[in-house]
């Protein structure tokens, strides 16, 4: 019986050990040498793949140094940063299970998502913007009326559209791209007549366009939004260090650095600048680093 109960006690304190270090991000990188990246494909010039299995860009970048300082953190002589490619629609789930530790792509730190999700500070405001054909004849949200809107499976965009008040009494049909570089497609072989998406996205994949002079963004801004890492619900430790790296890296001028690299100067594979200067609100984001959602920066 004593044997029962001694066996039954072990069990118990290692589950009880695997289910903390489930929790505890920091536990999980030193026990295993390793740590999961969630990355995009074609989230523009935050994140995107240049082909045979390489993600770059502005936040895939800074992630990797986010990780780079929590090894030196752990005290870890090498770390194997594994890369996870995710979508608008697993990403929160992928986060939330376990599969990623740390998903630095285009995420909008939202109130519902909060309830899922932890974000880190935000390292990006996004404009919410309309990307047509050059030669069409769609200027603002009124001429989408009785047009096809394309926007990604599992983002907010459409819905930013159609929440906006110059969008009362438009009629319009909704297109579903299964990931950025889908929607685009379906506006490029004329499946739809305007994309609805983060302003980096759209001049991102249209600077990697064949022609992307055939191509403009248009209309007001439909919603500002800020872009952050998420990491898992409670893992206050995990978001600390996160948070610490990217501070760091702002008071640093590395993160201003990051930025002009994928922003301003030509990117690869094409070597074409996106030609978006930092912005007044990615600015302010940085001067007084904070994780507030979507529905603050709105009341503002």
């Not at 929790?23 to 494909?41: C, E, F, P, W, Y």
Request: glycine share 8%; aromatic share 6%.
């Amino acid at each position: 019986m004593k044997k029962q109960v001694l066996a039954l006690a072990v069990m118990a304190l290692a589950a009880g050990g695997a289910f903390a270090q489930a929790n505890d991000t920091l536990a999980k990188i030193k026990a295993s040498g390793s740590v999961t990246m969630g990355v995009r494909d074609s989230s523009g010039a935050l994140a995107y793949t240049i082909g045979d299995g390489k993600y770059v860009g502005f936040h895939t970048e800074m992630a990797e140094k986010i990780l780079a300082d929590v090894q030196k953190q752990l005290g870890l002589p090498k770390l194997d940063i594994k890369r996870q490619l995710v979508t608008s629609q697993n990403r929160i789930p992928l986060v939330q299970n376990g599969t990623v530790d740390l998903e630095c792509g285009s995420t909008t730190n939202n109130a519902t998502r909060q309830k899922d999700v932890d974000f880190a500070v935000t390292t990006y405001v996004e404009e919410v913007r309309i990307a047509v054909k050059a030669n069409s004849n769609i200027n603002s949200i009124k001429d989408l009326n009785g047009k096809s809107v394309v926007t990604t499976t599992g983002t907010t965009s459409v819905q930013t559209l159609r929440k906006n008040e110059r969008a009362s009494g438009i009629d319009f049909k909704e297109v579903m791209g299964k990931d950025h570089a889908d929607s685009f497609l379906l506006l490029e072989s004329g499946r739809a007549d305007a994309f609805v998406m983060d302003g980096q996205i759209l001049a991102g994949n249209i600077s990697k366009s064949k022609a992307p002079a055939d191509y403009k963004i248009v209309g007001d801004v439909l919603s500002v939004e800020p872009i952050a890492c998420m990491v898992r619900k409670g893992d206050t430790a995990f978001l600390k260090a996160v948070d610490d790296s990217i501070k760091n890296q702002i008071k640093d001028g590395s993160l201003a650095k990051l930025y002009d690299k994928w922003f301003v100067q030509p990117i690869p594979p094409t070597n074409t600048k996106v030609g978006l200067p930092l912005s007044d609100a990615t600015k302010a984001a940085w001067a007084a680093p904070n994780n507030k959602p979507m529905e603050d920066y709105v009341k503002k």
